[in-house]
T-cell receptor
Framework: DAGVIQSPRHEVTEMGQEVTLRCKPISGHNSLFWYRQTMMRGLELLIYFNNNVPIDDSGMPEDRFSAKMPNASFSTLKIQPSEPRDSAVYFC????????????FGPGTRLTVL | TQLLEQSPQFLSIQEGENLTVYCNSS?????LQWYRQEPGEGPVLLVTVVTGGEVKKLKRLTFQFGDARKDSSLHITAAQPGDTGLYLC??????????FGTGTRLKVLA
């Protein structure tokens, strides 16, 4: 299995630009998570999908952030407009079901907003 | 939101030494997980502990969940350079939601 696939691996953009991060979960997994990791705040859950439906988006920082999961094999996290404080590594993870199933993390997207 | 504090933050040791990493909270968790993360990669799950007082072993790694399910420890025996990485604990806050700790960055020198 290819594991969780994220693209791009690195993104550098200027403040005010729109950024779209992409994730392909492991085939057959019903749960998908988006996390953000920074030195200051560690690893934070942004949003959780179950069976393509957003269940908990309480971790999304503000309205500039949005996430979609149009089908079981694809999800996007969009930031519009981007700000320098959004610079972080963004991880996507998937698990077979919700609960205590193992979450498999992708390699992450390192975002730098200038 | 519950907080998970890990200590130490940084640890640099020689190959062959033993070490213990701690994960503490004032809140009770239903379960607790430990992950290892290497540079440029996502975290990889090492273990999940569920019962207070539970001890799990994974080769040279020993994980313990506190009796009150508020804290946990990770002990590594005879550390090796391959153990180098960021160790994260994560407490279960809900049926799917895990709160991650502040992390311990371990470096094992050959």
């Amino acid at each position: 299995d290819a594991g969780v696939i994220q693209s791009p691996r690195h993104e550098v953009t200027e403040m005010g630009q729109e950024v779209t991060l992409r994730c392909k979960p492991i085939s057959g997994h019903n749960s998908l998570f988006w996390y953000r990791q920074t030195m200051m705040r560690g690893l934070e859950l942004l949003i959780y999908f179950n069976n393509n439906v957003p269940i908990d988006d309480s971790g999304m920082p503000e309205d500039r952030f949005s996430a979609k999961m149009p089908n079981a094999s694809f999800s996007t996290l969009k930031i519009q407009p981007s700000e320098p404080r959004d610079s972080a590594v963004y991880f996507c993870a998937s698990s077979l079901t919700s609960g205590r199933d193992t979450q498999y993390f992708g390699p992450g997207t390192r975002l730098t907003v200038l | 939101t519950q907080l998970l504090e890990q200590s130490p933050q940084f640890l640099s040791i020689q190959e062959g030494e033993n070490l213990t990493v701690y994960c503490n909270s004032s809140s009770v968790f239903s379960s607790l997980q430990w992950y290892r993360q290497e540079p440029g990669e996502g975290p990889v799950l090492l273990v999940t502990v569920v019962t207070g007082g539970e001890v799990k072993k994974l080769k040279r790694l020993t994980f313990q969940f506190g009796d009150a399910r508020k804290d946990s420890s990770l002990h590594i025996t005879a550390a090796q350079p391959g153990d180098t990485g960021l160790y994260l604990c994560a407490g279960e806050e809900g049926t799917y939601k895990y709160i991650f700790g502040t992390g311990t960055r371990l470096k094992v020198l050959a």
